[in-house]
């Protein structure tokens, strides 16, 4: 017999032994049962290896023998020891979706912290309105800001705004999702979930480099993993190593496509007494010492397309310069670096870098910190979602804005954007493995739990009836009459993160 599933607005009727669209819900002997385990963090767990699955204890005595390929649970339930409910936390991982928005979330948690009665409502949102912001440690060119991202030739978001030593990428967003070709919305969708799971993706900038991202890893820019984030600006690695350069070169030029720094007209020369070198840059000058545009972006020296430093100067003052000159030029990175000195005809031949030089170029690649990508989510809990926590949801806005409330996604601490709704953003590193999945809407789907004072719950209209103590949860499951998770996964908690009860949120 088919049951309907309900949890998202696909409805999918599914037939006995069978899985819905988004292989998350299955048919059980004719209940409708979420395959997933629910993830519950356990600070007694020294290892950050899982514990083998067990069942809710009401769950593992309902199973049935498995059809057709549809998981079962473990025929081990727990155990039933009583914890410390100071040392559990259910996460919304595997909690199940609460659609239509009116149900009461399948966890509404009651525990005692540091003798303070508290609640956590737990819960999955489905996601239209989401996306992920990428930063990549790279001076490397990647592509012209506002550039189109492609992911199996599908628009899957754009180049933003580059900040200090990263490119950064915005992927997926509901134009993506929802505004385009069925394929478009399929291709992001599930682009957003690996990402979001830590896996890693291709993509194609256009008019830009091919790119292989993983979160927590370094990025593959056109087939070369990146190896060092720049030390700074040009004009910043002249303000570091000034003093050290001093004595050892008459001129020291650090290439870079934003700033690039010329020591002797810089500031920093300025102030150790440094003579003018008669050196004339190429590019835009910006203030002493500080030049715009030498080259074009590229991936050669300091995010340039030059392969050639010498490209960017344009000449040498016969009045100032001298022969016998010495000239280092080097990358924001120290991964390029020459040494020149000047001859008769004021031009600059390549000479052997001295060992005292070279430490210093050398120490300019020991300051740049390895090159990461790192993935944060953007998710907007301000819609129907709240429904689940409480019937008059503005007040649940209110009071994650008036800091009663801890939003955390997995466990994981969110950033809430100041404003209006439940803007949050969170690291995907520091949320367990595999917390989003997907429902063919398409949507993403992401773990959110607000914690919060029992008596703080109570104020703001939360379902306070479906309030849980955690034993009882640990026992028996959601009190979601179909759809319940049958399987807990037991996980240490990141050591990055603080416990998600009795922390401040973290507000804009
Ligand atoms: S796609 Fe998944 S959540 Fe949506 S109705 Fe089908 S089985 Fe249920």
Known sequence: MKIACNACPLLCQISDGRTGACDRYANQGGALVRLDPVVILNRALKSADPIPLVSFASSAAASSSDTNGVAQPSSEPWSGNILASQDVFVTGVGASTTYPDYKPAPFIVGSLHEGVDMVTVVTEGIFSYCSLKVKIDTDRYLGPEQANVLCRGEVVGHVTTAEYGSQMLSLGGVHHLTGGSKKEGRVTMEMMQALGNKQAMALTIEGGAELVIQAGRAPIVNGVAEQRMRVGCGSAAIGIFAQQFLGLADEVVVVDDHITGVLTEHQAGKCLNMPSSGIIMRGRRSTPGRYFQVANPGIGWGGTDIADPLAIIEGWDPDIAKPGLKLLMTSTTGEHASWYVL?????????????????????????????????????????????????????????????????????????????????????????????????????????????????????????????????????????HSDGAPLKLQWLAPSQDNPWPLGQPPLLG
């Open 343 to 479: 001859d008769d005809q004021l031009r600059p031949q390549e000479c052997s870098m001295p060992a005292a030089v070279r430490a210093v170029v050398d120490r300019i690649g020991e300051n740049c910190e390895p090159s990461m990508t790192s993935i944060l989510f953007v998710g907007g809990a301000g819609g129907s979602l709240r429904a689940g926590v409480t019937d008059n949801p503005v007040m649940l806005t209110r009071a994650i804005k008036n800091a009663l409330v801890n939003v955390t996604c997995g466990g994981a601490p969110a950033y809430v954007w100041p404003g209006g709704g439940i803007t949050v953003m969170v690291d995907v590193l520091r949320m367990p493995d595999n917390s989003f999945g997907t429902v063919p809407t398409p949507a993403i789907v992401a773990p959110f739990e607000f914690s919060m004072r029992a008596d703080d719950y109570a104020k703001l209209g939360g379902h306070t009836a479906h309030i849980r103590d955690l034993q009882q949860v640990l026992r028996d499951g959601s009190w």
